[in-house]
């Protein structure tokens, strides 16, 4: 069975500064990872995901997320935070091999950005 | 732009009634639909997985009969909440997959904020 951990419900930085979102994943099948965005009463919005190939993944806003397998992470970075970037943040993983597509969230992160 | 559509966005409905929540794939030909509720403040739990001409699948703990569920074409998935109650009020989101836009990424909707009186 796959699961998803998000260390950090709530996290709040300075506009300019590094943000961090911490996901760790459990799959005994080589995964597919994401990271998706919520803004408030709204739907899902894909920031970046890894399929295959090179570890460090560029999405959209400046974010990047970095693969290891070796630590089952998949942690979400963007080196200068903006106001506009204060939004829900999901991890979620799926199975490569599955025919169904599904895809396990984590609880989620809230991302607070402070002027 | 959006690539999914989620109709509508907010109902508010008395008890005992039924909602019909839809979901349509705009650009593309979507095998599969899912079907999640949201809860505030939690994650995306999901409810069930729907495929094109067939039964949907629905997840541990949610009642078929409840929660119905048709994918009657490869751009359309409609929810129906039937008989609703008040603990039936929370935020449903659909995504949809396959297609010309592949199978490894989902494409959500806005989702629609169910309010049961």
């Known amino acids: 069975a796959q699961s998803v951990t998000q260390l950090g419900s709530h996290v709040s930085v300075s506009e300019g500064a590094l943000v961090l979102l911490r996901c760790n994943y459990s799959s005994s099948v080589p995964p597919y990872l994401f990271w998706y965005v919520q803004y408030p009463n709204q739907g899902l919005q894909l920031l970046l995901k890894?399929?295959?190939?090179?570890?460090l993944v560029k999405g959209i806003n400046g974010f990047e997320a970095e693969f290891k397998k070796s630590e089952t992470s998949f942690h979400l970075t963007k080196p200068s935070a903006h106001m506009s970037d204060a939004a829900e943040y999901f991890c979620a993983v799926s199975e490569r091999s599955s025919n169904t597509g599904k895809l396990i969230f984590g609880q989620g992160t809230t991302l607070q950005v402070k002027p | 732009g959006a690539v999914v559509s989620q109709h509508p966005s907010r109902v508010i409905c008395k008890s005992g009634t039924s909602v019909k929540i839809e979901c349509r794939s705009l650009d593309f030909q979507a095998t599969t639909m899912f079907w999640y509720r949201q809860f505030p403040k939690q994650s995306l739990m999901l409810m069930a997985t729907?495929?094109?001409?067939?039964?949907?699948?629905?997840e541990q703990g949610v009642e078929k009969d409840k929660f119905l569920i048709n994918h009657a074409s490869l751009t359309l998935s409609t929810l129906t909440v039937t008989s609703a109650h008040p603990e039936d009020s929370s935020f449903y989101i659909c995504s949809a997959t396959g297609g010309q836009r592949g199978r490894d990424i989902q494409y959500f909707g806005a989702g629609t904020r169910l309010s049961v009186l």
């Open positions: 890894y399929t295959t190939g090179a570890t």
């Open positions: 729907s495929n094109e001409g067939s039964k949907a699948t629905y």
